[in-house]
């Protein structure tokens, strides 16, 4: 159980378009998902926390109208990269969980961008 | 903000030998999981241990949340327990702002 997906797994794009992800929860509703953003040989850092059905909360330092995170459903959340550069060239993944039960996240496979 | 920090940052072992990771953390925390990711990028659960002692297999993890830290053992380890270690965990006092922080991770390679 506890199962996230991600979708793309990997995708190259040219500067100034626009990437959409997706994050899933499988076998669960999750009531809260978070995105992360991972650089080469570092830690992960936390961008945002999305709860179904408000708005998501930004760390700070985060354009919240570069990235776009929409929570419409109890299983599913995007991620929107608008105009993407290619310092936005990055591992986004996701993590999940169901609020109250526990405190334990579960993370997506992840997805490599790459800008061009 | 909550601090993680992780040790050691790099360990080179030969297979079969055993291995302590540790974690220390500045706050008092309600969550504190153990992640391997893998040369892919997954991040794979190990352990939620928020408090106490828990064993998987060639695993085991020990948080002592007075103490703030928390130690993952892998014994015997195989050349498939390669890739980073991390930890992470959420503040106590954070109710309704809850969010992991990530330690620096631990980078393990195991040699044939």
Not at chain 1, 67 to 78: D, E, V, Y
Not at chain 2, 20 to 46: A, E, K, Y
Request: hydrophobic share 35%; charged share 15%; net charge neutral.
């Amino acid at each position: 159980g506890a199962v996230v997906s991600q979708h793309p797994s990997r995708v190259i794009c040219k500067s100034g378009t626009s990437v959409k992800i997706e994050c899933r929860s499988l076998d669960f509703q999750a009531t809260t998902m978070f995105w992360y953003r991972q650089f080469p040989k570092q830690s992960l850092m936390l961008m945002a926390t999305s709860n179904e059905g408000s708005k998501a909360t930004y760390e700070q330092g985060v354009e919240k109208d570069k990235f776009l995170i929409n929570h419409a459903s109890l299983t599913l959340s995007t991620l929107t990269v608008t105009s993407a550069h290619p310092e936005d060239s990055s591992f986004y993944i996701c993590s999940a969980r169901v609020w109250g039960v526990t405190y334990e996240q579960y993370f997506g496979p992840g997805t490599r961008l790459t800008v061009t | 903000g909550i601090q993680v920090e992780q040790s050691p940052p790099d360990l080179i072992l030969q297979e079969g030998a055993n291995s302590t990771l540790r974690c220390n953390f500045s706050d008092s925390v309600n969550n504190l999981q153990w992640f391997h990711q893998n040369p892919w990028g997954q991040l794979i659960n190990l352990f939620y241990i928020p408090s106490g002692t828990k064993q998987n297999g060639r695993l085991s993890a020990t948080t002592v949340a007075t103490e703030r830290y928390s130690l993952l053992y892998i014994s015997s380890s195989q050349t498939t327990d390669s890739g980073v270690y991390f930890c992470a965990v959420e503040l106590a006092t954070n109710f309704g702002n809850e969010k992991l922080t990530f330690g620096t991770g631990t980078r393990l390679t195991i040699i044939p």
